[in-house]
């Protein structure tokens, strides 16, 4: 089968190059052959810079809005804004009018087009990253602008809208250029940074492009220059914004993954935590066991239980209420914790029950057990903890060859019971 393969994929490639001659004009492979040699060139294309970059803006817009419906950010719709104003701009300002007034008119509208762009392009930095659309204020400030721009070809000679759009658009790119830079400080995005250079270069042409205007043997061909620089420039600019999102995209995506990273710590610290004393739990426990069981065994590691039970619990409940029995508890959750190091632990086993499972042998646990009779004795002295409660404790170690800590708290319990009546009588 393999080699039957291998033969159809050979005789496929040296067949195709026949196929493709046999279907020529002429008679048989050598006339195609002939015949290529009278194949007449392709008609050169003529490209004109403002209509191409109408169609590059055009496209820039279209890339552009399929990113928003995915990212959904306000600052992606003031550049989809931008580069359709612009796209109409270079699109009015390539073509001819046989009236004057008409093509100042026109002309004016054109350079109208060029400043909202840039307008625009300042708003979007002003909205990066999660700012809401605003478009009240940049509505009359657009209005404002629209009176001087469609008004003034009709009252005043056709250099003064020439030199007045880049002029404005020149100022407008300078602003929203610093806006990039003091974004690309905080944010460190790569895109910011390249935005920030291209609009400092597209400020820089159109203040140029404003000295020609200004001057009264103005150059044709110095507009299409800048025409054509800045068709390069926009060029960076339209993937620097398509960096910048995929940035923010990324950053989100990180700062999501974090707080699920987060999200899942406190639920697993929840699951293995008891609510009301701050201690773990039993579910902690059952997983904490067989790894401890198996460093103690593998190490000779020490390892000893306390078990330690409140006296009394159940009369202070029935006298004071539940409130003052769970600050009690909360109270003695703290007290344990705090006496422990950080390799121990301290869990609520049920009730006013408490486990202590520490890496000691039997004889420093005992003298942790009296530790935790003099600090309770101290806390009932001061009031922080009631004077109807007491301890009673009860010590074990963990034997070397114990599979599991089931031995052991069993005679630390039995232990903690013959402690509680051999002092049963102490508060009363």
Same mark, same amino acid.
Request: aromatic share 8%; net charge positive.
């Given at each position: 089968?393999?080699?039957?393969?291998?033969?159809?994929?050979?005789?496929?490639?040296?067949?195709?190059?026949?196929?493709?001659?046999?279907?020529?004009?002429?008679?048989?492979?050598?006339?195609?052959?002939?015949?290529?040699?009278?194949?007449?060139?392709? !008609?050169?294309?003529?490209?004109?810079? /403002?209509?191409?970059?109408? %169609? *590059?803006?055009?496209?820039?817009?279209?890339?552009?809005?399929?990113?928003?419906? %995915?990212?959904?950010?306000?600052?992606?719709?003031?550049?989809?804004?931008?580069?359709?104003?612009?796209?109409?701009?270079?699109?009015?300002?390539?073509?001819?009018?046989?009236?004057?007034?008409?093509?100042?008119?026109?002309?004016?509208?054109?350079?109208?087009?060029?400043?909202?762009?840039?307008?625009?392009?300042?708003?979007?930095?002003?909205?990066?990253?999660?700012?809401?659309?605003?478009?009240?204020?940049?509505?009359?400030?657009?209005?404002?602008?629209?009176?001087?721009?469609?008004?003034?070809?009709?009252?005043?000679?056709?250099?003064?809208?020439? !030199?007045?759009?880049?002029?404005?658009?020149?100022?407008?790119?300078? #602003?929203?250029?610093?806006?990039?830079?003091?974004?690309?400080?905080?944010?460190?995005?790569?895109?910011?940074?390249?935005?920030?250079?291209?609009?400092?270069?597209? +400020?820089? #042409?159109?203040?140029?492009?404003?000295?020609? #205007?200004?001057?009264?043997?103005?150059?044709?061909?110095?507009?299409?220059?800048?025409?054509?620089?800045?068709?390069?420039?926009?060029?960076?600019?339209?993937? !620097?914004? @398509?960096?910048?999102?995929? &940035?923010?995209?990324?950053?989100?995506?990180?700062?999501?993954?974090?707080?699920?990273?987060?999200?899942?710590?406190?639920?697993?610290?929840?699951?293995?935590?008891?609510?009301?004393?701050?201690?773990?739990?039993?579910?902690?426990?059952? $997983?904490?066991?067989?790894?401890?069981?198996?460093?103690?065994?593998?190490?000779?590691?020490?390892? +000893?239980?306390?078990?330690?039970?409140?006296? @009394?619990?159940?009369?202070?409940?029935?006298?004071?209420?539940?409130?003052?029995?769970?600050?009690?508890?909360?109270?003695?959750?703290?007290?344990? /914790?705090?006496?422990?190091?950080? +390799?121990? %632990?301290?869990?609520?086993?049920?009730?006013?029950?408490?486990?202590?499972?520490?890496?000691?042998?039997?004889?420093?646990? &005992?003298?942790?057990?009296?530790?935790?009779?003099?600090?309770?004795? @101290?806390?009932?002295?001061?009031?922080?903890?009631?004077?109807?409660?007491?301890?009673?404790? *009860?010590?074990? !170690?963990?034997?070397?060859?114990?599979?599991?800590?089931?031995?052991?708290?069993?005679?630390?319990?039995? /232990?903690? %019971? $013959?402690?509680?009546?051999?002092?049963?009588?102490?508060? $009363?």
């Amino acid at each position: 089968m393999v080699r039957l393969r291998g033969a159809l994929l050979v005789a496929g490639v040296a067949l195709a190059p026949l196929t493709l001659l046999a279907a020529q004009p002429g008679p048989g492979v050598l006339g195609a052959l002939d015949g290529l040699s009278g194949i007449p060139p392709p !008609a050169p294309l003529l490209i004109r810079p /403002r209509t191409f970059a109408a %169609y *590059g803006a055009l496209a820039a817009a279209g890339t552009l809005l399929t990113l928003y419906l %995915y990212r959904g950010r306000a600052f992606i719709v003031y550049w989809i804004g931008n580069w359709l104003l612009f796209a109409a701009s270079v699109a009015l300002l390539g073509r001819g009018y046989g009236d004057v007034r008409l093509g100042g008119v026109m002309l004016g509208l054109a350079q109208l087009l060029g400043v909202w762009s840039a307008g625009l392009l300042w708003l979007a930095a002003g909205a990066f990253p999660e700012e809401p659309l605003r478009w009240t204020r940049p509505l009359r400030v657009a209005a404002a602008t629209a009176v001087w721009f469609l008004a003034a070809p009709l009252l005043l000679p056709l250099i003064a809208v020439l !030199a007045t759009g880049p002029a404005a658009t020149a100022v407008l790119l300078a #602003s929203a250029g610093v806006r990039y830079l003091r974004l690309a400080r905080r944010t460190r995005y790569v895109g910011v940074v390249v935005m920030a250079l291209g609009i400092a270069l597209l +400020s820089a #042409s159109n203040a140029a492009a404003a000295a020609v #205007s200004l001057d009264v043997l103005w150059d044709a061909q110095a507009f299409n220059q800048l025409v054509v620089f800045n068709m390069i420039v926009y060029l960076f600019v339209a993937i !620097a914004m @398509h960096i910048l999102v995929f &940035e923010d995209m990324t950053d989100a995506l990180r700062r999501a993954h974090g707080e699920l990273a987060q999200a899942h710590q406190a639920a697993k610290r929840l699951a293995i935590t008891d609510p009301l004393t701050g201690c773990h739990n039993r579910r902690f426990f059952e $997983e904490i066991e067989r790894r401890e069981i198996q460093r103690h065994r593998r190490y000779r590691a020490p390892l +000893s239980v306390v078990f330690v039970d409140i006296n @009394h619990f159940k009369q202070l409940n029935d006298t004071f209420g539940h409130d003052v029995g769970d600050q009690a508890l909360t109270a003695i959750g703290a007290l344990l /914790r705090r006496q422990v190091r950080e +390799s121990d %632990y301290v869990i609520r086993w049920g009730g006013d029950e408490f486990l202590l499972l520490l890496a000691c042998g039997l004889a420093e646990a &005992e003298r942790k057990a009296q530790d935790l009779q003099t600090v309770v004795a @101290h806390e009932r002295r001061t009031g922080r903890l009631p004077r109807e409660i007491g301890l009673s404790i *009860g010590v074990a !170690a963990v034997t070397g060859d114990a599979t599991n800590l089931a031995d052991a708290i069993q005679q630390a319990d039995g /232990r903690m %019971y $013959e402690h509680k009546l051999s002092e049963r009588g102490e508060l $009363e």
